[in-house]
């Protein structure tokens, strides 16, 4: 079945460093490919998207691009932020129904002054 | 503006007794969710519902459950047979297409005292 992987945390890094944070994917068709955000005690915002292979969703800074052939849509952000600790969570949406949308076990991350 | 409500954000419960917690969307959205988030775990599906009046089991389903008499509301009911309650529960929102974004409320805080 399909299936969303995502590094493992917590992850911490100092102000103005590099992030990457992985996600890799298994499915059977052509997903779309999402990665939220949780800030502490809230739900879950959209972060960023993309539709199809070699699409580039990006959003406040971050970035993430759809590679089909290494099934992978990694999220990347130069220069982090104190405000930008949270849980990311990637997940991928495919075929007809609805329902499946497949949510990766989120990433936890701290940025330190 | 646009958005999904729930509530109460936090909420107690004896055990034994049923809690009602209530998710209210004007996005005009067919397909509703309801969630459940455990202390630093991924989301896992506990009921969702493409239409008024059906609704369909997600993975999680025992000792819930939900209606939806209209389609802005999709109100979650956590029954005494659900044998760990304690949780985060979260509800969201989407056209109900393959692809689409699903938008999240801020959440509810459920404990069983």
């Known amino acids: 079945g399909n299936s969303v992987t995502q590094m493992e945390g917590p992850v911490t890094l100092s102000e103005e460093a590099f992030l990457t944070i992985n996600c890799t994917y298994t499915?059977?068709?052509?997903?779309?490919l999402f990665w939220y955000v949780q800030y502490p005690g809230e739900g879950l915002q959209l972060l960023l998207k993309?539709?199809?292979?070699?699409d580039k969703g990006s959003n406040k800074g971050f970035e993430a691009t759809y590679r089909k052939e290494t099934t992978s849509f990694h999220l990347e952000k130069g220069s982090v932020q104190v405000s930008d600790s949270a849980v990311y969570f990637c997940?991928?949406?495919?075929?007809?129904?609805?329902?499946?949308?497949?949510f990766g076990p989120g990433t936890s991350l701290s940025v330190i002054p | 503006d646009g958005g999904i409500t729930q509530s109460p954000k936090y909420l107690f419960r004896k055990e034994g007794q049923n809690v009602t917690l209530s998710c209210e969307q004007n996005?005009?959205?067919?397909?509703m969710y309801w969630y459940r988030q455990d202390p630093g775990q991924g989301l896992r599906l506990i009921y969702y519902?493409?239409?008024?009046?059906?609704?369909q089991k997600g993975d999680i389903a025992e000792g819930y459950s939900v209606s939806r008499e209209k389609k802005e509301s999709f109100p979650l009911t956590v029954t005494s047979a659900q044998k760990n309650p304690t949780a985060f529960y979260l509800c969201?929102?989407?056209?109900?297409?393959?692809?689409?974004?699903?938008?999240f409320g801020e959440g509810s805080w459920l404990t069983v005292v």
């Open positions: 993309a539709t199809k292979a070699d």
């Open positions: 997940a991928l949406s495919e075929g007809t129904s609805y329902d499946k949308v497949i």
């Open positions: 519902s493409q239409i008024v009046n059906d609704f």
């Open positions: 996005l005009n959205h067919d397909a």
């Open positions: 969201a929102s989407s056209r109900g297409e393959a692809g689409n974004t699903i938008y």
């Open positions: 499915a059977t068709g052509y997903p779309s």
